[in-house]
């Protein structure tokens, strides 16, 4: 019997602040930067929850997805518009960051009747930030994703805006609630990446006649692969246009 992976996309909204109360704010502005400012900001989170199943015979489907909606909509009502500081008990002892929310939200989900076998519980904050757990690495584990965009010429042709995703692995850290400091990773990627390439001629930068996407995320991978303060580098997806795509692991 075949097994299949289903994919349901739904939204909500929530409101969140990073804070340790037992530290001054001088520690908390380090470590969290505006993530710490009062009272609480906001986020029209997307979930994505990925089920795998055995495609019943009788109707082609891995589960109902009429049953799948419902269900987990009835989770989500349980933290749509509220502040998850000050509303969820769930956050009484843990912030409220991507990587503890997309943990609490698998916690309520796995184990509901007729969804099948929950895989992977993908957290979107916004477009260019989102969270990943699995059942294959655990819940003490998540892999975050950061978009990044730059503009560079390629092969002599117009310049092109290429949008590179970032993705780093590793445990949460039980104190910050983060597998990486966000903040550091963006000085990084910035530093290393985005003002090496941007606005220039790839040929130029690489002392080469041509120079591939996928030689260009090899690239970015070499730039920042020894330079987290935390977690390990997973992924760089490079994207260079709607229909091609570059991944580079190492």
């Known amino acids: 019997m075949s097994t299949v992976l289903l ?17 001054d704010e001088a520690k908390n502005r380090a470590v969290f930067g505006l993530c710490y400012n009062p009272p609480a900001h906001g986020h029209n989170y997307m979930i994505e929850v990925t089920v795998l199943g055995e495609v019943d015979q009788k109707t082609g489907m891995v589960v109902n997805l009429f049953d799948l ?14 502040n998850l500081n000050l509303d969820m008990p769930y956050f009484k002892d843990q912030i409220p960051t991507s990587e503890n929310l997309a943990r609490v939200l698998w916690s309520k989900i796995d184990g509901q009747k007729d969804i099948g076998k929950l895989h992977t519980i993908r957290l979107y904050e916004d477009e260019d930030l989102y969270a990943e757990v699995t059942a294959e690495a655990g819940l003490d584990v998540a892999s975050v994703t950061r978009r990044y965009s ?7 042709h117009q310049g092109r805006e290429w949008d590179c995703f970032v993705t780093v692995h590793g445990k949460i850290n039980p104190v910050t609630g983060m597998v990486a400091d966000i903040g550091a990773l963006d000085r990084m990627v910035q530093e290393k990446v985005v003002k090496v390439f941007d606005r220039q001629d790839l040929r130029h930068v690489f002392d080469a006649e041509s120079v591939t996407g996928g030689q260009l995320a090899e690239r970015i991978w070499t730039l920042l692969v020894s330079g987290l303060s935390s977690g390990r580098l997973a992924n760089v997806r490079l994207v260079q246009s709607r229909d091609l795509t570059f991944d580079y692991a190492g």
């Open 7 to 23: 994919t349901k996309r739904l939204e909500f909204a929530a409101a969140h602040r990073y804070i340790k109360p037992e530290w």
């Open 69 to 82: 909606k419902c269900i987990l909509l009835k989770v989500l009502e349980e933290f749509d518009h509220k």
């Open 150 to 156: 730059f503009m560079a010429m390629q092969d002599g």
